[in-house]
């Protein structure tokens, strides 16, 4: 493979020339990280368009080689496609290097991109050397090797460039979380400050793809707490206690079509919630470490309780359509699956349906996945038997005679999600023991001594406890 | 029985009863051999199928009784799969409530005062009678301001203060359109799927599929709203609640809005309870004799009727007395809550309802048809209305009740933008606008505090995620754990939806 005549030696100087100028380029022209003149942006601009038909050509070039063993017209044109796929790769190293210095962006992922660029398009040039040897059967594996890591230093390039305009998790945050697992990607346990649930996601999503890893632009990171806090070029962006003397605050909502609004580049503003939400963080002291804020109450989206199949109860249908026709406490399925399980009803003999009825019910206690006890007769001795209903997901006590001694009972269902003890006498020491049931996700306790009911008509909010 | 006439085979007659086919098959055979019947024709299957009924029944009670739900004959069908939503309540707005002025803020429209509507916005729509000689269609902006609410930011008019309040409990839905432009067919499509009556209701279609959840109140209930006469009432009838074809047991049962909620439900003077037990059960006598004879399977609707309406004795009483809330529920429905037959009234009754296992409520309040002079109406009709939505939707909550229990908010169109009749800075009128309005739900399995699809700068027609609906109710019935494709009836030869032959799908955008 080395130089043989007059011509090849002037090809090979000339790449050796060319690549030592791209080598030298970040060093002869240095990324200040400030903006330059309008003209370098607006040409650096097309970057993000010309750099799509090198890409689309040098995958073009492998498919051909492999065609050409066939159809060897096609191998003809696969170097007049390297010689076009190296003009695109200079045009776009061009432009992309103008964006970067036109802009002032001169972040890690910045860096990054632009050496990708420089050595894929050096590794190109070598490719285009390296083929008329191989083409005349020199070299067998040199050329196809070079192919290869071409390839890769392409998908380096273009994930990282990628990343630079959506965001470096574009392409997992949709992920199914199995894959996630899989891949270990986002295993990371969730701190449970409000900045770690709420604010970090929002400034992650929006605006860390301009003021990130990748980029940073006007000096600004908001990747992390300590960087978003630290501010940009100009200062500060967050002053604590204040979000109406916060510039990230004021930008964020000035009117949309406004110079200085954020998210830039006519991409999406925030949610009015995620406003709101930055606004109370941000005048409640902007804190890395609080977990809940004033005024601020959001749904937890906690995952839903799977529903665990109950068992095959079919011997017991007799009985169960027997009682479905008397006129009392009776068992419905819950869907046409019997495995869905069983609802017990009891509203048509709610006054006289106390704790002994509820005990003859054992024997469908696995069976059982909603009790409805609303106004029955049942006291704390009924827990005896509840706890027994191992499947429940629901349980409606509401204006029972229960005081919430037998509470602590409940522990083992570990399906309980709902539980309705509204106009009881349970009081906030009894409903304590509550937190241990993982799986609980509405606890409703209006009108008890735990959460008296309010007396005027101001906005009266039903407590939802989340047990974790 | 009677051999066909082109039978040659004198000899032997063959009992279909007797076939190696499927006992399904046969019961419906017998079930037709019941109409001929009337037709002059006597059988000796007529017994037989008496007794098939009878031996798949779970009892002459309303619900679930097979002789109605005979086409199945499965012994539970619905729900396909585990529902979120037990019942559910259906706040109707007949008349077609103005989305232009309560829901679908267009702060661009004050510019467009008077100007004319462009041509292309209304493309070739066919206008009602009303308008449609109209010289020109200059644009009525709301006549008031709208004010952002809840931590979703969604915008609500300041008619309906309280109903801002409760926004991120609602799931509101911009781009609701309905086929139909005139009141009749509209609200008949709204609630049967279909622009004729004779369909069953969704009601119906509820009770029919899920049966009931109590034995002391009917299945499904309906509440009419005493008239206001400075409102445009058109009028609601019981065609609106109607089972159709389906047994008369899943027809909606209406509490009266004044004195008894249920007429001749007192026992007369000097008939006690047990006296009324014995006639009862001497005239189910008789009315089983009836259908032994003839097998007709309205008959056993009618006995259960009178146990249901014997039954109602003591629990309406119960459910209409209510000396036992407590101040707190004053509070919130307000002091109309106090006056029979008033929307707030309706609300709390629905509730309340609710908690004594009824399936499904449906409270219609009319007036909402605003042809004119809508700046001195829809203020009144608001007011009668915003704090009756906003007590139901927040008692439930408190009471644990909203996470199984549907609430659903719609009328029969929206109105449109343009005024019809003379447009002052102080006045305006609306006229019938199907092609696009607004609706809510809450509850269970709806996901609350979101606004779905978009409509045009003109609020006419919907540029995104339109609803139609039959899709409306195909969410509803998703809700409730029915696939509205398998929820069908067997009649006039086809199989009968309430979502009709026309595709419709349940709109995932809606479901938490």
Redesign the interface.
């Known amino acids: 493979m080395l130089p043989s005549n007059q011509s090849t030696r002037i090809a090979w100087g000339a790449s050796l020339g060319l690549s030592l100028l791209l080598l030298s380029l970040p060093w002869l022209v240095r990324l200040d990280g400030h903006p330059h003149a309008d003209w370098q942006q607006f040409l650096g601009r097309f970057h993000p368009l010309a750099v799509h038909l090198p890409i689309g050509l040098l995958v073009l070039v492998p498919l051909l080689e492999m065609a050409g063993s066939h159809r060897p017209a096609l191998r003809e044109a696969a170097g007049f496609v390297l010689v076009l796929a190296i003009a695109g790769c200079l045009i776009a190293l061009s432009l992309g290097f103008l964006l970067a210095y036109g802009s002032g962006n001169a972040g890690a992922g910045v860096t990054r991109h632009l050496w990708g660029g420089v050595v894929l398009t050096i590794v190109v040039l070598i490719c285009l050397l390296a083929r008329p040897q191989w083409n005349a059967q020199g070299g067998r594996y040199a050329y196809p090797a070079l192919l290869a890591c071409m390839l890769i230093a392409l998908v380096w390039t273009a994930d990282q460039g990628g990343s630079l305009t959506h965001g470096s998790n574009y392409l997992t945050q949709y992920m199914p979380a199995g894959m996630k697992r899989v891949l270990a990607l986002g295993s990371v346990q969730p701190s449970a400050s409000f900045y770690a649930k709420h604010i970090h996601p929002i400034l992650d999503a929006n605006c860390a793809s301009c003021h990130g890893e990748g980029q940073a632009k006007g000096g600004l990171r908001m990747d992390s707490y300590e960087l978003l806090m630290k501010g940009g070029q100009d200062g500060p962006v967050i002053v604590a206690g204040s979000a109406a003397r916060s510039v990230l605050f004021q930008r964020i909502t000035l009117p949309p079509g406004h110079k200085q609004f954020m998210p830039a580049e006519g991409k999406p503003p925030l949610?009015?919630?995620e406003i709101?939400w930055i606004k109370a963080w941000i005048d409640q002291g902007a804190s890395p470490t609080l977990a809940k804020l004033a005024g601020?109450?959001?749904?937890e989206e906690l995952p839903e309780v799977p529903?665990e199949p109950v068992g095959d109860y079919s011997a017991l249908m007799p009985e169960i359509?027997k009682m479905?026709?008397g006129?009392g406490a009776k068992l419905?399925?819950?869907?046409?699956?019997p495995s869905?399980g069983l609802i017990l009803?009891t509203?048509?003999a709610a006054s006289t349906f106390d704790d002994a009825q509820l005990a003859q019910f054992q024997k469908f206690a696995p069976y059982i996945v909603e009790a409805e006890l609303?106004?029955t007769a049942v006291t704390d001795a009924s827990f005896d038997t509840l706890k027994q209903f191992i499947h429940l997901r629901?349980l409606?006590l509401?204006e029972t005679r229960i005081t919430g001694a037998g509470l602590p009972k409940l522990a083992s269902l570990s399906h309980l999600s709902?539980l309705?003890l509204?106009g009881t006498q349970v009081t906030a020491a009894s409903t304590a023991s509550l937190s241990a049931i993982k799986s609980l996700r509405?606890v409703?306790l209006?009108?008890t001594p735990a959460q008296p009911?309010?007396?005027?008509?101001g906005?009266?909010?039903?407590k939802e406890k989340n047990a974790q | 029985m009677k051999q066909h006439p082109l039978c040659t085979d004198t000899e032997q007659v063959t009992n279909v009863l007797d076939l190696a086919i499927p006992a399904r098959v046969k019961q419906e055979w017998a079930e037709l051999q019941t109409r001929r019947h009337f037709l002059g024709r006597a059988g000796k299957v007529l017994g037989w199928a008496a007794a098939a009924s009878l031996l798949g029944d779970?009892?002459l009670?309303g619900d679930?009784y097979s002789a109605a739900g005979a086409q199945g004959g499965e012994?539970?069908?619905?729900?396909?799969?585990?529902?979120k939503a037990k019942r559910a309540i259906y706040l109707f707005m007949s008349g077609g409530p103005s989305q232009v002025d309560l829901w679908d803020y267009k702060p661009n429209l004050a510019a467009q005062f008077d100007k004319d509507m462009p041509d292309s916005v209304r493309g070739s729509q066919q206008l009602t009678g009303m308008t449609t000689g109209q010289a020109r269609f200059p644009v009525a902006p709301s006549h008031w301001a709208f004010k952002?609410y809840g931590?979703?930011?969604t915008w609500v008019s300041n008619l309906l203060p309280n109903t801002g309040?409760m926004v991120d409990d609602l799931t509101i839905i911009k781009s609701t359109n309905t086929e139909a432009i005139n009141h009749e067919p509209a609200i008949m499509l709204m609630n049967t799927g279909n622009m004729n009556a004779g369909k069953p209701c969704l009601g119906s279609w509820l009770a029919y599929g899920l049966g009931s959840?109590?034995?002391?109140l009917p299945t499904f209930m309906v509440l009419q709203t005493k008239l206001n006469t400075a409102e445009n009432n058109q009028p609601v009838s019981s065609r609106l609640w109607s089972s159709g074809f389906l047994s008369s047991e899943y027809a909606g049962v209406g509490l009266r809005s004044a004195g008894d909620p249920v007429l001749y439900l007192t026992d007369p003077n000097g008939v006690d309870r047990e006296v009324r037990r014995k006639m009862l059960d001497a005239v189910n006598e008789i009315n089983r004799q009836t259908y032994e004879e003839l097998g007709d399977p309205e008959t056993n609707s009618r006995i259960a009727q009178y146990e249901m309406a014997y039954r109602m004795q003591s629990s309406v009483p119960e459910l209409a007395d209510l000396s036992k809330e407590?101040q707190?529920t004053w509070?919130?429905y307000?002091p109309d809550a106090k006056e029979p037959g008033t929307f707030a009234y309706n609300c709390l009754m629905a509730r309340r309802l609710a908690?004594?296992?009824v399936r499904f409520t449906q409270v219609y309040k009319r007036g909402w048809d605003m042809h004119d002079n809508v700046t001195k109406i829809l203020p009144i009709i608001c007011q009668e209305t915003d704090r009756g939505c906003y007590a139901l939707i927040?008692d439930l909550?408190?009471?644990?009740m909203l996470?199984?229990t549907l609430v659903i908010w719609a009328g029969e169109f929206g109105r449109t933008v343009y005024s019809q009749g003379g447009l002052t800075p102080d006045n305006y009128g609306r006229d019938h606008h199907p092609r696009c309005y607004t609706t809510w739900m809450a509850g269970g399995g709806v996901r609350?505090?979101i606004t779905y699809g978009e409509t045009d700068d003109y609020s006419y027609n919907v540029v995104k995620d339109p609803v139609t609906v039959r899709d409306f109710n195909a969410t509803i019935l998703h809700c409730l754990?029915i696939d509205h494709n398998k929820l069908a009836y067997k009649f006039q030869g086809l199989d009968q939806k309430l979502t009709g032959p026309v595709p419709a799908s349940v709109v995932s955008g809606l479901l938490a």
């Not at chain 1, 601020?296 to 749904?299: A, D, F, K, M, S």
């Not at chain 1, 419905?332 to 699956?337: E, G, H, P, T």
């Open positions: 949610q009015p919630e709101a601020v109450t959001i749904r529903i359509q479905e026709q006129q419905k399925q819950v869907s046409a699956k869905d009803f509203v048509d609303g106004r629901a409606h509401e709902y309705n509204s509405h409703y209006y009108n009911a309010p007396a005027t008509t906005t009266p909010q039903p | 779970r009892s009670r679930n012994s539970l069908k619905f729900p396909n799969f585990a529902p952002r931590q979703s930011g309040r959840m109590n034995d002391n407590p707190s509070d919130l307000g908690e004594r296992g927040t909550k408190q009471r644990g996470d199984d609350p505090g754990g």
